[in-house]
C-alpha cells in the first residue's frame, strides 16, 4: 500500500484521494486548499507538486523525497513551479496574476507539468 504526502502529517482522507488521483495519472487541473494559517496548505501545496514530478521508485511512498526533481523542489528551484503570492495583503493583485498568466503558455521544461502555487 502507497503512503502519500509523508511530510504532512493527518488528513489521511484528503492525502489519499489526491494520492490515488495522481498515482492513476488523472490529477485535477487545481486544488483549493483552505485552512487557518499553520494547518500545512503550504506544505501539503508543495507535496502534491512534488507527487506530479516525482521521478523517483520507491514502491511505498509518493512523493519519495530522495529524486532530483523532489530535492530541487525542496531547494525551492525547481523551474516548472511558480509561487505566486499576495506579498502580505488578503487577496492576490490582478496584476500578479497577470504576470502569472504570461509564462502559461510555456511548456514545462523539467518535468511533465508547470506548476503554480498561489498563496
Known sequence: MKHFFPALYGNEKIKDLIGRDILAGKPHHAYILEGPLGSGKHVLANEIAKALVCVGDDAHT???GRCLHCKRIDAMSYTD???VNSGGK???SVEAVREALTTLSYAPDEGPYKIYIFE
Open 90 to 92: 488578503a487577496s492576490l
Open 62 to 64: 509518493l512523493p519519495c
Open 81 to 83: 513551479i511558480s509561487y
